[in-house]
């Protein structure tokens, strides 16, 4: 999987069939210390993920393993919402407590004010 | 997916016996700003795209999961025709009104004039 | 699927059991101007294509939906032999009736003389 | 198969259903000499990799073939933890005896004190 | 498929349980004219190619379609080993006589002392 940041959206009327009612979303991606690559990638949205949210995706035909992307022409689908990750000891990254989605936050008020990168 | 442009088409007489009928579309690929990465595909169209549509396309077997390409040897399949798309709050393209399919076209006079690409 | 043109031809005599009878083709990438890439790929021959000429190929899991490759160890097959393309209105490539395959030579005389690629 | 180093850790609560339980690490990736190639990739890890153990993973529908990731959506599978690697004759990398995991430690104490990488 | 040298092995006792029996070859990859890219492949060999053999491998889920290999988490499986390869009329390579492989010698004693590469 590859680390991306949701960064927008695409429309689209005219799709495939199958692709009806799926959320696509715009990812820049992110390599291990958190900086953007250049790369982007258009993946559907499996998690429910929000813009600013980092998140891993799969590609090619894992991207069809989920429950909503079964069997439908994605080769990109957000898997998971990332909280943190970690490389050689130090905290490259934690979801900040003013994610859109009340379920994420952190209930440790003393974490309120901690940006969301610390590269 | 990635973002592509359509610019032509390839033509051959001689395929494989179940590319029979799939029309091949020439796609210059797009960044996440609407630029050209100097990359291409050449893919299946699935859904009616026309010269100049921005489109995006699915790659691997995830090309094979349309009704039109099942079972078949494509590795790059058009599976959305895309209206718009934003990235951090911005509309990076907008479908034009100009657009060949008349069921694309904008109903809204408002936006006759608007330009293909805002990036 | 990528453009590319037949220049060669792999040996082997050592191979997998479901890879005999298969032709190996060497082939070097064309960007969709009809330049070369600098890549090659070696592909599974699926519509007897000649040292020469230009062809699509796909990749990956796709290359095993034609019927000579289905469940063989093949990651490219030519599945196609372009007679032309065209981009932004313009011809890009077309196939010259000098072409080995006589069933493939065009019928009009005044086609006669046109070179390969016209880029 | 690509090398990598394990070098960190990914948490996510939020996740798709099928990926719950599975422990997702960050590699580095590592060329063929053992020096980092700059890239990257978070894999799920079949084979209770720890941190800084030199892995092989696999990619695409061939991260999925391992009894933890069967029909889950994964593109990147640690399916082995590498003892040793040797190139044109020479030892390039040989697991260290301070392995966490005592079961792979070498047992002859000639060995101890060997560095990791020798290239 | 590409092509590469074998150049090395990898040793893991710790593997997942589908690898065990399979030998993982160290490949450096090779362009058309015979040159090493700079890329490199783990590869599960099926064709018993030894040190310094030039090899065909295939990706993705192609790797799988051997007999040895089926349901395998592999991601690079050598197919083939080669030959001789031309481009554009000219060999590019032919496997020596002095190959480990006394079924591959070559029986002409005119070949004898004939270069690997004669690129």
Same mark, same amino acid.
């Given at each position: /999987?590859? @680390?991306?940041?949701?960064?927008?959206?695409?429309?689209?009327?005219?799709?495939?069939?199958? /692709?009806?009612? @799926?959320? $696509?979303?715009? $990812?820049? @991606? $992110?390599?291990?210390?958190?900086? +953007?690559?250049?790369?982007?990638?258009?993946?559907?949205?499996?998690?429910?993920?929000?813009?600013?949210?980092?998140? $891993?995706?799969?590609?090619?035909? =894992?991207?069809?393993?989920?429950?909503?992307?079964?069997?439908?022409?994605?080769?990109?689908?957000?898997?998971?919402?990332?909280?943190?990750?970690?490389?050689?000891?130090?905290?490259?990254?934690?979801?900040?407590? =003013? =994610?859109?989605?009340? +379920?994420?936050?952190?209930?440790?008020?003393?974490?309120?004010?901690?940006?969301? +990168?610390?590269?």
């Amino acid at each position: /999987m590859q @680390l991306g940041r949701v960064v927008g959206t695409v429309v689209s009327t005219m799709k495939e069939a199958r /692709m009806k009612e @799926l959320k $696509l979303q715009v $990812l820049r @991606l $992110l390599d291990e210390r958190g900086k +953007e690559t250049g790369a982007y990638a258009v993946a559907v949205d499996a998690v429910g993920a929000g813009q600013g949210d980092v998140v $891993l995706f799969a590609g090619g035909s =894992s991207a069809r393993q989920t429950v909503i992307t079964d069997g439908k022409p994605t080769d990109a689908t957000i898997m998971a919402i990332v909280d943190s990750w970690d490389v050689e000891g130090r905290v490259v990254y934690e979801a900040s407590p =003013s =994610s859109e989605d009340a +379920e994420r936050k952190w209930t440790d008020p003393a974490r309120a004010g901690r940006g969301k +990168e610390r590269s």
